[in-house]
């Protein structure tokens, strides 16, 4: 069961999903590059200009670990990464768990994403806006302040850490992606968790991603918010086993 | 006049103030929310910065609304995330939306608040007014973004000239910086008449980025001008660049080919310090790169030991081409594969004219968007 945090923060965003499965399930947790605690030193703005590129490590992961019959949890956009990856490569994936997907969040013609581009915008602005305020508390994470664990109080934010430069990248292109047309690519039995009242992924949304995903299941969620793995976390995990043993 | 107060009337005074003053007219705004954001409190600060009535607020929106669309998002991928994560949240920058459509830059911190089984409950939050603070910032982003337009513009127009032209000959350059957002390597190029009928062609790379690259490769630049019209050999050329590195305290560990072309002989004389090998087009022949002539980056400590020089001759119809590290390097694959496609590429557009050739050969091998600097130069005697 491999989970895939979303824009924004790292694999701690499962922290209270993945243990309910941990006695069935290999875990596998990771964090997308650039973030967390990847090897910033690997992103190439090549390779990670598109969705796929995160699809690949995603296969690539299933590779070096032998992994067949995964169960892929993606939130928010890595939602649409394990669609890409399913596509690509059917045969890995017994299940899609998809939490607040979006294939696309522009608003388009005929199809309502619930941003502008100006929003869009903002968004990147708001990093910029948040940076300097990072740097400052990132510092003491990175020079390692082990004999001093107190010291851990002081450090804020540090599940959101990134290098600033790769997280406007990602931003970018997560928010400017368009994956509509990959669902109708993909075979995999998934299920769309939707929550009631999502302000990034609204219920539209996640019905078109049902509705285009043949096959899929939906299951709209009572809680508020884009990150029901935080805000809701036993609705989550039941849905999800629900859907795993039903 | 000032009027001296005793500390102990300032004790009667603040004693005086009931939890509810404090709390209404703190000098930060104050809000409280329900665990799904929905406003449950807010405090007259809050009302007198926004512009907002409270009876418009509790109970019916949520602090997100009062977000714009970039910083809702912000909201939901970080700020809430953080929030649900660490029990707080600190210093977050996010602009409010005010009642007349207004933007306040604020400064937000928030805890989550747990009730006595320990079940989270309650959201608290402040917000500090960083209109000027957000302003500065706003000048130290613009600061940097400036410098590293003007490295790219300093960069961009050190590379633009006429290029050598004439019979016999055709020359063609391609130089694109990486993304713009990145800062300007100092990869470089140059090609400028030594004499009638013999050409020089330059290609190097600087280690470094920024406005101190540009600068630094204009200077090398020019020295490998000047230097090359005394008429100097490739290697010695190379020399007398480590000589004016050490002297200037500039430019150690740059890479440079530097070759001599005679366009009646169709002789080329060239001298590499530690810069990707050129490659040879030439007639009947598979592409293929040259090692000959090779020697260490400049100003690497190796005092003035000689440098390796060689000379070829080419024959006609055949193309050089000098390149930097930009149009081979790629994170995660090797360099020899990257090679590889580059002499794959040259195989298929043997014959063009290299001012096709050229632009078409880095744009399959260094497609945007770049992390590095592309420099390519390419020359066909005809």
């Given at each position: 069961m491999m989970f895939a945090h979303g824009f924004?923060?790292?694999?701690?965003?499962w922290r209270y999903v993945w243990p309910a499965f941990a006695d069935t399930y290999r875990i596998v947790l990771f964090d997308h590059v650039?973030?967390?605690?990847?090897?910033?030193?690997?992103?190439?703005r090549r390779k990670y200009d598109r969705l796929d590129g995160y699809a690949e490590d995603v296969l690539e992961i299933c590779h070096e670990l032998g992994l067949d019959d995964v169960v892929f949890v993606g939130h928010s956009v890595s939602a649409m990464i394990g669609v890409l990856a399913a596509a690509k490569?059917?045969?890995?994936?017994?299940?899609l768990i998809l939490v607040?997907?979006?294939?696309?969040y522009v608003d388009d013609e005929g199809y309502r994403?619930?941003?502008s581009r100006e929003d869009i915008e903002g968004l990147l602005d708001s990093m910029d806006s948040n940076y300097l305020g990072w740097s400052a508390t990132i510092a003491p994470v990175i020079m390692g302040t082990p004999d001093r664990p107190e010291l851990g109080d002081e450090l804020t934010n540090t599940f959101c850490r990134a290098d600033p430069d790769i997280a406007r990248h990602f931003a970018e292109v997560t928010f400017l992606s368009?994956?509509?047309?990959?669902?109708?690519r993909v075979r995999t039995p998934a299920l769309v968790l939707q929550c009631a009242?999502?302000?990034?992924?609204?219920v539209s949304v996640g019905e078109y991603v049902h509705r285009h995903l043949r096959g899929s299941e939906l299951v709209m969620l009572d809680?508020?918010?884009?990150c029901p793995n935080l805000s809701a976390p036993e609705q989550t995990v039941a849905a999800i086993k629900r859907y795993l043993e039903g | 006049m000032s009027v001296e107060r005793s500390p102990a009337s300032v004790t009667t005074d603040l004693s005086e103030a009931t939890a509810e003053e404090l709390f209404e007219d703190a000098p930060c705004a104050y809000l409280a929310t329900d665990l799904d954001g929905l406003l449950i409190r807010v405090n007259r600060t809050f009302e007198n910065w926004t512009g907002y009535r409270r009876e418009d607020l509790?109970?019916?929106?949520?602090?997100?609304?009062?977000?714009?669309g970039g910083g809702r998002i912000y909201h939901e991928t970080h700020y809430a995330p953080l929030l649900m994560m660490q029990g707080s949240v600190r210093e977050i920058a996010l602009e409010i939306r005010r009642a007349d459509g207004s933007l306040l830059p604020a400064l937000v911190n928030s805890v989550l608040r747990h009730d006595s089984s320990g079940q989270p409950r309650v959201i608290r939050t402040t917000i500090f007014d960083a209109t000027d603070r957000r302003r500065y910032e706003r000048e130290l982003l613009a600061a940097r973004e400036r410098e590293h337009e003007i490295a790219h513009r300093l960069q961009r127009s050190m590379l633009t000239g006429a290029l050598p032209s004439g019979e016999g000959f055709e020359l063609a350059v391609y130089y694109e910086s990486a993304e713009e957002m990145l800062e300007a390597g100092g990869d470089w190029y140059d090609a400028f008449w030594l004499s009638e009928r013999t050409v020089a062609l330059v290609c190097g790379d600087i280690v470094g980025r920024g406005l101190e690259a540009a600068a630094t490769m204009g200077q090398l630049r020019s020295a490998v001008r000047a230097l090359a019209s005394t008429g100097l050999e490739p290697a010695a050329l190379l020399n007398a660049m480590d000589g004016y590195c050490r002297r200037h305290r500039i430019g150690a560990t740059t890479t440079l080919i530097y070759a001599v072309l005679d366009l009646d002989e169709r002789r080329l004389s060239f001298a590499c310090a530690g810069h990707p090998p050129l490659a040879l087009v030439a007639p009947d022949r598979d592409p293929r790169f040259v090692w000959d002539g090779r020697s260490w980056p400049?100003?690497?400590?190796?005092?003035?030991r000689e440098r390796a020089q060689a000379t070829w001759s080419l024959p006609a119809g055949s193309t050089v081409l000098l390149y930097t590290d930009g149009l081979v390097e790629r994170r995660r694959e090797t360099l020899e594969d990257r090679m590889g496609l580059l002499l794959e590429q040259l195989a298929a557009h043997r014959g063009e004219p290299v001012s096709r050739s050229v632009p078409a050969m880095a744009a399959a091998l260094a497609p945007p968007p770049r992390d590095d600097d592309v420099c390519v130069l390419g020359l066909t005697l005809r």
């Open positions: 924004g923060c790292d694999q701690n965003m650039g973030l967390g605690g990847s090897d910033v030193g690997a992103y190439d490569e059917p045969e890995r994936f017994g299940a607040g997907p979006s294939p696309r994403g619930g941003f368009d994956n509509r047309a990959d669902l109708a009242n999502d302000a990034i992924a609204p809680a508020v918010g884009h | 509790i109970g019916k929106r949520r602090f997100s609304e009062l977000l714009g400049l100003d690497v400590g190796f005092g003035e």
